[in-house]
T-cell receptor, first 115, second 113 residues
Framework: AQSVTQLGSHVSVSEGALVLLRCNYSSSVPPYLFWYVQYPNQGLQLLLKYTSAATLVKGINGFEAEFKKSETSFHLTKPSAHMSDAAGYFCAVSESGGSNYKLTFGKGTLLTVNP | DGGITQSPKYLFRKEGQNVTLSCEQNLNHDAMYWYRQDPGQGLRLIYYSQIVNDFQKGDIAEGYSVSREKKESFPLTVTSAQKNPTAFYLC????????????FGPGTRLTVL
């Protein structure tokens, strides 16, 4: 069974500050890992994904994440927060090599950006 | 424009009524998924389908039903057996076997009065 833990249901940063959103996973097989962003009352948009290639993954809007197998982590970072980054962020895991690619989501982190 | 459409965006129903949520995609994707989102709970998988005329239960299928008669359509029925149906419902699709990324529709917010 796979699971995802996102530390911090709510993170608040100042505009221009570093954004760090934490994600730890549990998986019995090598995982595929995803970060999605959700703006209010909208669907989810893919930010980036890790599928066993480079461990440092770059995504859209200046975000990146690093896969650390020894720490079972896939934390999301952005060097300088912008007001438009305020949204919900969800980390998800699926099993590589599986046939149905079911995603298991964390409970999400709401990012607030203060002017 | 290619994409996933969900209708309606907001839906109100009386307790005890069945209601069907629409999900249509014109991406020619094989697999489709339904998720439920509650505040502070993340997304939970209700049903998924990898090919036409076949679907599997997810983690919280009780009180829901689906059909997959056409590749582009995967409607979800919330039945009166669902004890707490008020939630945000998200549909997603994935291209084909061997591809890993799910793409999401805009969602339907269901409120049961």
């Amino acid at each position: 069974a796979q699971s995802v833990t996102q530390l911090g249901s709510h993170v608040s940063v100042s505009e221009g500050a570093l954004v760090l959103l934490r994600c730890n996973y549990s998986s019995s097989v090598p995982p595929y890992l995803f970060w999605y962003v959700q703006y209010p009352n909208q669907g989810l948009q893919l930010l980036l994904k890790y599928t066993s290639a480079a461990t440092l993954v770059k995504g859209i809007n200046g975000f990146e994440a690093e896969f650390k197998k020894s720490e079972t982590s896939f934390h999301l970072t952005k060097p300088s927060a912008h007001m438009s980054d305020a949204a919900g962020y969800f980390c998800a895991v699926s099993e590589s090599g599986g046939s149905n690619y079911k995603l298991t989501f964390g409970k999400g982190t709401l990012l607030t950006v203060n002017p | 424009d290619g994409g996933i459409t969900q209708s309606p965006k907001y839906l109100f129903r009386k307790e005890g009524q069945n209601v069907t949520l629409s999900c249509e995609q014109n991406l020619n994707h094989d697999a489709m998924y339904w998720y439920r989102q509650d505040p502070g709970q993340g997304l939970r998988l209700i049903y998924y389908s990898q090919i036409v005329n076949d679907f599997q239960k997810g983690d919280i299928a009780e009180g829901y039903s689906v059909s997959r008669e056409k590749k582009e359509s995967f409607p979800l029925t919330v039945t009166s057996a669902q004890k707490n149906p008020t939630a945000f419902y998200l549909c997603a699709s994935r291209l084909a076997a061997g591809t890993d990324t799910q793409y999401f529709g805009p969602g339907t917010r269901l409120t049961v009065l």
